[in-house]
């Protein structure tokens, strides 16, 4: 499987980051349908963190089911290439046209909660997200557009206050933050 060798070539940036890689390579050996929503207890995503072309802003949409601003992303739904997932939910949740791969392989990684909720008047059970981030490139000026039945807001915003704009914890202390200090390297290189 490309994708478990994808994950076990990955050079965790804390320990948050090496729990979680060992986490999913492991529940990779022993469980069916990781790559499915068919397996109820975790399954992959992807996600990406998109900055524009002058490296300045990340874009992010008005999620729906969380009621917060967050980055781009979806299921993988049988898809073992994730990064084509990313790309693909980048497209679809904004509108974007233009993408740019960043950075060739995972960005980040990130097991994620998601608490039991409806969706299309069915319940879902709490579960995993095992995800994988991609650092993408879109252009600005590009109109964006939402998708209703998942987000109402596209917009770009400072790396500072994408990260402040969640409304989820977790998410903006431990992972959009995360996804910011590591940005940090990239805007020094351009600064230059």
Not at 107 to 127: C, N, T, W
Not at 139 to 145: I, K, N, P
């Amino acid at each position: 499987m490309r994708l478990f060798d994808e994950i076990q070539a990955y050079m965790p940036r804390n320990e948050q980051e090496d729990r979680d890689r060992k986490a999913m390579l492991s529940y990779m050996e022993t469980q069916a349908n990781v790559l499915s929503r068919l397996n109820e207890i975790a399954h992959f995503t992807a996600s990406a963190w998109v900055l524009n072309r002058e490296h300045s802003k990340v874009l992010m949409i008005y999620h729906n089911m969380y009621n917060s601003w967050s980055w781009t992303g979806g299921h993988a739904d049988n898809e073992e290439d994730l990064r084509a997932v990313a790309i693909r939910e980048l497209k679809e949740e904004t509108g974007v046209k233009y993408v740019k791969l960043l950075q060739e392989g995972v960005f980040s990684l990130e097991i994620l909660v998601v608490e039991g909720h409806e969706k299309r008047g069915e319940y879902v059970p709490s579960h995993l997200h095992l995800n994988l981030t991609y650092l993408l490139e879109a252009d600005e000026s590009e109109e964006l557009s939402v998708k209703p039945d998942e987000n109402s807001g596209v917009r770009w915003f400072t790396p500072e206050d994408a990260a402040a704009s969640s409304s989820e914890p977790w998410m903006r202390d431990r992972i959009y933050s995360k996804l910011n200090r590591k940005c940090e390297g990239i805007w020094n290189i351009i600064k230059l």
